[in-house]
């Protein structure tokens, strides 16, 4: 049981490059999200997603595109990656297809952009 | 706004004692509440969640809700330095995803 993967696990670019990180499910959870962890801000919700091709923005979503074609993919893009962008991602899914249930997280992307 | 507030710690405690772990939470109307424990480097996993008023125990771990206070805990007992980690209280907000606090850094000193 895969659970929920992402990949790359550790990414360096340069700043005004399209980076785009991978989310995969096993689970066929309908939610998917997207967060972002910075030392001192905690986990911050970028985008999630109810089903496929239903996305909706969280608390941070200026520089980011996600979409979601396949239920068990959401896929998170940084258009033109600022060094503000560096940071850890976390793809999360949600268990009985319920926003406010649990959610398990993937082992996250480390994402440095210098 | 809904807001989770915890203390950022570090909470340190000697082996085998008692760690209690505490949120406030900002929306009366939440009916779900979750604890996380995040090792450092690691992603955030599930280890507890509450939904009704009282105690809820599973092994060393001792859920505590009380909505009437916008209060939920967490309780390790017997701690082992295994337990170190940032434990992140976590609530549903509604017709939002759910509502993290910043997490507490616990250390359990051998």
């Known amino acids: 049981d895969a659970g929920i993967t992402q990949s790359p696990r550790y990414k360096i670019t340069e700043t005004g490059r399209q980076v785009t990180l991978m989310c995969h499910q096993t689970?066929?959870?309908?939610?998917m999200f997207w967060y972002r962890q910075d030392l001192g801000h905690g986990l911050r919700l970028i985008y999630y997603?109810?089903?496929?091709?239903?996305?909706d923005k969280g608390e941070v979503p200026d520089g980011y595109v996600v979409s979601r074609s396949k239920t068990e993919n959401f896929p998170l893009t940084l258009e033109s990656a600022t060094r503000s962008q560096t940071s850890v991602y976390f793809c999360?899914?949600?268990?009985?297809?319920?926003?406010?249930?649990?959610?398990?997280f993937g082992p996250g992307t480390r994402l440095t952009v210098l | 706004q809904k807001e989770v507030e915890q203390n950022s710690g570090p909470l340190s405690v000697p082996e085998g004692a008692i760690a209690s772990l505490n949120c406030t939470y900002s929306?009366?109307?939440?009916?779900?509440f979750f604890w996380y424990r995040q090792y450092s480097g690691k992603s955030p996993e599930l280890i507890m969640s509450?939904?009704?008023?009282g105690d809820k125990e599973d092994g060393r771990f001792t859920a505590q809700l009380n909505k009437a206070s916008q209060y939920v805990s967490l309780l390790i007992r017997d701690s082992q330095p295994s337990d170190s980690a940032t434990y992140l209280c976590?609530?549903?907000?509604?017709?939002?995803?759910?509502?993290f606090g910043k997490g507490t850094r616990l250390s359990v000193i051998a």
């Open positions: 976590a609530f549903e907000g509604g017709n939002t995803p759910l509502v």
């Open positions: 509450i939904y009704s008023n």
């Open positions: 689970w066929s959870h309908s939610y």
């Open positions: 929306d009366r109307g939440s009916q779900s």
């Open positions: 999360a899914s949600s268990r009985v297809g319920q926003k406010n249930n649990e959610q398990f």
């Open positions: 997603s109810a089903a496929a091709d239903i996305t």
